[in-house]
């Protein structure tokens, strides 16, 4: 195993905790955009001038791990000190994370499938199937017969179970990705995670996956979008007994096979991958599971490297002596997905600038802080956490949930913003989770007099809940709610624009035409709504009989 500790910043800053971050600063082109943004008399001039810097091609497009990242980190750190909040980190701005970065090697990948009648069928590596190594050896290999177990899913609480009646014990197992879609959309985006499944079918033994996409998976998500960089790490951290947090440990290989090769699975079983995959597309569908007629056979490997990558940390003490040991986060992941090197070798834009994703939502976030610190200062504590890792599985937020730097029953709500898509002058907000807790009167009332009104989740088949880093508090029991300018007023157009032309695309740069006057009536609907969690005298808590509550708090 290769192992590099990167401490790369401007001269090693980043091994430093205690210093305030603008006396360490030597590079003049981000001294000059903190003052820049410190001194702009306008929100939305404060926030452009962040989002700049953050999504400027000099970051790379701010991977975790990397410089880029490291030297963003040090900017959000030195606007924090700016701003005036305080070191969130026993005396220092950084919570420094320890994160495993597995980069596969394409041409070692491989996978076969043999038939009952002992013929092999060899996929081709990226055209048929993906390999997801394990994240813990660099090589990996597994060899073993197959069982088709519909979704992966067991969900006691609604006597649905996919591996009922199945053996799966040293054996592949097959399923679709997400989840029934006859659970709620919050519910089938929990069961459908990866994690979550891996977890269940090593749980029952399985020693190998092999995941097939349903058919609007493969419409959101195409094939060639699915392989367009292969050779992107995979992450996850490491904690200070220096072990690996992998989720389904016994999985020892796992592999996506293109639904045009996975016939092939099906061949000689009781029912053929269109039957099933037709019987998981319709409305409310499942598909029970059955023995595969054959053995899967799967290679990988990896090249693994340690990094430390920071999450920031600051705080705004509380003024209530009954109240300020209490801590409201506000948190907005700083990473993105760095550099496309498949498109550097073809002379075209590679730097995935990440404006939108999320540049612009650590830049509110800032302004929410200086709200705080402009106004009357918040009974609560208010932490303002800027993550890494984010784009590798919700990383950074995940190790900050399990190594709080406050206690975690001490905290007592997140508020989440992540890629705000703001191309439009919006008129209504969407707050995930909001219906799950006391936070969703909270929000309805901050929204409406921020002018707007309170929506829905406008996509509840994307499962959006799950998939931002509000949802590592969730894990812990933590009422959370993720913000987003909503789809009125012709905010549906401009989020599916994105969507398909610039999410996790080069294009998601300074060139897209951000209204950022209505970016800053949004930061104000952001302020508004940590305002009254903060200075709210009870305690947020679960409604009665919530799945996420009683899962995850035992309410």
């Not at 076969?112 to 590596?125: F, P, R």
């Not at 055209?127 to 290999?141: K, Q, Y």
């Not at 592999?255 to 996975?262: E, F, G, Q, R």
């Not at 939108?356 to 302004?367: P, Q, R, T, Y």
Request: proline share 5%.
């Amino acid at each position: 195993m290769r192992v590099g500790f990167l401490y790369l910043s401007i001269g090693g800053l980043l091994t430093s905790c205690v210093t305030p971050p603008e006396a360490l600063i030597t590079d003049p082109v981000m001294g000059a955009a903190v003052t820049e943004s410190t001194n702009a008399t306008s929100a939305g001039d404060r926030i452009k001038a962040d989002v700049y810097y953050l999504a400027d091609d000099a970051r790379e497009g701010r991977e975790a791990g990397t410089r880029g990242h490291e030297e963003a980190a040090l900017y959000v750190a030195a606007r924090m000190e700016a701003i005036g909040l305080k070191p969130g980190n026993d005396g220092g701005w950084f919570q420094q994370v320890r994160l495993r970065a597995a980069t596969p090697v394409t041409d070692v990948g491989s996978l076969t499938i043999t038939k009952a009648s002992g013929e092999t069928v060899s996929l081709t590596n990226l055209e048929d199937f993906r390999v997801s190594s394990s994240l813990v050896a660099e090589t990996s290999e597994v060899s073993a017969p197959a069982v088709f177990v519909g979704f992966g899913v067991s969900a006691p609480e609604d006597g649905h179970d996919d591996y009922a009646g199945l053996d799966v014990k040293g054996k592949i197992v097959v399923y679709f990705s997400g989840a029934p879609s006859s659970f709620d959309s919050e519910k089938r985006a929990h069961y459908g995670g990866g994690g979550a499944k891996a977890r269940e079918a090593a749980d029952r033994g399985a020693v190998g996956i092999v995941s097939l996409f349903t058919a609007a998976a493969e419409k959101r998500f195409p094939w060639d979008r699915f392989v367009s960089n292969p050779s992107r790490p995979r992450m996850t951290w490491v904690g200070p007994d220096g072990l690996a947090d992998v989720s389904g440990q016994g999985i020892k290989s796992s592999a996506t096979i293109k639904s045009s090769s996975a016939q092939h699975l099906f061949e000689g079983a009781v029912k053929t991958f269109d039957a099933v995959r037709a019987e998981v597309d319709a409305e409310g569908g499942a598909s029970k599971g059955f023995d595969l007629a054959v053995s899967v056979s799967i290679k990988g490997a990896i090249e693994i490297e340690d990094v430390i990558s920071p999450n920031v940390v600051g705080v705004i003490p509380g003024t209530d002596r009954n109240l300020r040991d209490e801590f409201v986060v506000l948190s907005a992941h700083l990473d993105h997905i760095g550099i496309n090197q498949k498109l550097i070798d073809e002379g075209k834009d590679g730097i995935n600038n990440g404006a939108m994703d999320n540049a612009l939502g650590v830049s509110i976030m800032l302004e929410v802080a200086r709200r705080f610190i402009e106004d009357e200062p918040p009974a609560r504590s208010v932490i303002i956490l800027a993550v890494t890792a984010e784009e590798k599985g919700l990383l950074g937020s995940d190790y900050f949930a399990h190594f709080p730097t406050v206690p975690i029953e001490n905290i007592v709500a997140n508020v989440n913003l992540d890629m705000p898509v703001m191309l439009h002058s919006f008129n209504d907000v969407v707050a995930f989770g909001a219906e799950h807790s006391t936070l969703g009167p909270i929000t309805e009332s901050a929204v409406a007099a921020g002018g707007a009104l309170l929506s829905p989740d406008p996509i509840p088949e994307q499962g959006i809940f799950t998939r931002s880093d509000h949802y590592r508090f969730v894990e812990k029991g933590v009422p959370s709610v993720f913000l987003w300018p909503g789809f009125g007023n012709g905010g549906e157009e401009t989020f599916n624009d994105f969507f398909k032309n610039h999410y996790h695309r080069p294009s998601d740069d300074m060139s897209l035409p951000v209204l950022y006057d209505d970016v800053a009536r949004f930061a104000d609907i952001n302020y508004k709504i940590a305002h009254e969690i903060a200075n709210t005298a009870e305690r947020p808590h679960w409604n009665e009989g919530d799945f996420f509550g009683d899962l995850f708090a035992g309410e």
